[in-house]
């Protein structure tokens, strides 16, 4: 929270919140007692592949969820165009933009200290060309201040991914189901079962050799996914795709429970934000009903 002076010279905490309470140490600890660098790089994902250590991503779209994940020691925060059905409520996130998106990108990066920030190039702002990629991570680097970009796709993008990283801009792949291509690939299914194992194989393979920095795989047999993480040299990260792949990532509110209905097989809920919440709510409208709040403690 920000603390400004009344006219008393009393300090008073901010109604409107503030800046991320970043921690600047180096070599701070996380949430979890593990040791962490000042500020988690490409090569400290490499690393954690090459001592086979397991490592977790988030979805994140706003500052204070960012600073949470940040300073619970998860390593890389995704702004994901899943913010399509999670933030505007969309149903699917080929309607996402990149003006819509940018804005929360850049307070997710403005809010972590620790973590690497990735943001995905929405539907129709890549696939034209290497040049419109550019031009449009250009955007998430310069106007959001984001560490690297994330799009979909397999060979097909591969001119992409190199004209992005021959300019120095990190790239995170995305191969298996990917659901900008919902509509071509006939909806939510699995992808690289039987024939098409092989091809998904090839993709991550030539992804790597254009530069990726890292590839997720979603909706994969596990056996399929724990080839790949075997083949290449970049890290996996896994969402649906089993337990051999280097890293899982889930979206934030799938993971701590604030959405509702059914969720996918993959998910596993670690929280009931949902119902922390409407009890919070609740409660507040009956004490407000009830006269109950404010009381003496909260009147000046």
């Known amino acids: 929270m920000v603390a400004s002076v009344a006219p008393g010279g009393e ?32 090569h400290h994902l490499r690393d954690f592949k090459s001592r086979g250590e397991k490592w977790a991503m988030l979805t994140a779209y706003d500052q204070y969820t960012a600073e949470i994940f940040d300073q619970a020691g998860i390593p890389v925060l995704l702004v994901g ?8 409520g969309y149903d699917t996130t080929l309607r996402v933009t990149v003006d819509e998106l940018i804005p929360l990108a850049r307070a997710v990066a403005g809010a ?8 995905d190039l929405p539907f129709g702002s890549y696939q034209a060309s290497p040049e419109q990629a550019f031009h449009t991570a250009v955007r998430f680097m310069k106007e959001a201040g984001v560490h690297a970009v994330k799009l979909e796709g397999g060979r097909t993008v591969v001119p992409m991914v190199e004209k992005l990283t021959q300019s120095g801009i990190p790239v995170m792949a995305h191969i298996g189901f990917t659901p900008q ?12 079962r039987g024939d098409q194992a092989a091809g998904l194989i090839d993709d991550a393979v ?12 979603e909706m ?3 056996d399929v996914a724990a080839e790949i993480t075997k083949r290449i040299p970049i890290p996996t990260i896994g969402i649906g795709a089993g337990r051999d792949t280097d890293a899982q990532v889930l979206v934030w509110q799938d993971m701590a429970g604030l959405r509702s209905g059914t969720m996918p097989r993959f998910v596993k ?3 009931d934000l949902r119902g922390i919440l409407t009890n919070a709510a609740t409660t507040y409208a009956s004490e407000v009903a009830s006269g109950a709040f404010p009381g003496d403690e909260h009147t000046f």
């Open 11 to 42: 300090a008073e905490v901010s109604p409107y919140g503030g800046g991320a309470g970043k921690q600047s140490a180096e070599g701070a600890a996380a949430g979890n007692g593990v040791k962490r660098p000042r500020r988690y790089r490409i």
């Open 220 to 222: 994969v047999p596990g």
């Open 81 to 88: 165009d899943s913010a399509a059905n999670n933030v505007f």
């Open 181 to 192: 291509s919902e509509h071509s690939i006939g909806g939510y299914r699995v992808q690289g």
């Open 112 to 119: 972590v200290e620790h973590s690497l920030v990735v943001a």
């Open 206 to 217: 030539a992804l790597a050799e254009a530069g990726a920095f890292s590839v997720v795989l």
């Open 269 to 271: 809920q670690y929280a």
